[in-house]
């Protein structure tokens, strides 16, 4: 009896130090991400771009829409529309050079960013060709996937946060090299880490009063 008693108390005390911090008990928060392609993606590249953002930017989460198909009655804590520009498929197939120029964007007015981001897949392509002329189907579908999900996680960052500063290294500097949108690590720093989740926070306290 005495050992049950022990290994309950030690039980306890594991979920009281590795369990869900206090702010990650209140309710689902979820950001509706409604899309727009210039042509058609590659199912499995999209599919990788969700995965991978999901893991950049947990714990928040998103619902995908495609924004033919809105109806305007999705409740949702916020919403944003992306444009994907360009063709985003990862066949290693020969391109035009596409300009140079930015990976993604968004707009802003009197000093307030707007819910409308835009991710050049042919910028991007361009970037990584190399990478994906070298490798197998499924890892170029893979690194394309994470070049997509890095470049709109920066734009959702300036959007949710509403700042347009950028870092000095990570997710959440101004211009990215190729490695840094196939490379395993590659990260926003902590400062735009706590400032993505005061947003989620926000959007908690919001989901809570609805």
Known sequence: MKHTLLLLLLMLSALALFGRTGDET????????????????????????????????????????????ANGHQSMAELVVVSFNGVCRDDPVAVVQ????????????????????????????????????????????????????????????????????????????AVYTGADLVSDHFQFGAAQSRLLRQSWQHLQAETAQQ
């Not at 392609?37 to 619902?63: C, H, N």
């Open 98 to 173: 596409p300009p140079s120029g930015n990976l993604g964007w968004t707009y802003f007015t009197h000093n307030e960013i707007l819910p409308y981001a835009f991710v050049d897949c042919d910028r991007i392509r361009g970037l990584i060709e190399q990478a994906l002329a070298v490798s197998p189907p499924a890892e170029r579908a893979r690194l394309m996937g994470r070049g997509m999900a890095r470049v709109l996680a920066h734009e959702l960052y300036h959007f949710l946060t509403q700042t347009r500063n950028h870092a000095s290294s990570g997710l959440g500097k």
């Open 26 to 69: 209140g309710p689902d928060v979820a950001v509706a991400i409604y899309t727009r392609f210039a042509y058609p993606p590659s199912p499995r590249v999209f599919q990788q771009m969700k995965t991978e953002l999901a893991a950049i930017m947990a714990p928040l989460r998103f619902d995908w829409f495609a924004l033919k198909d």
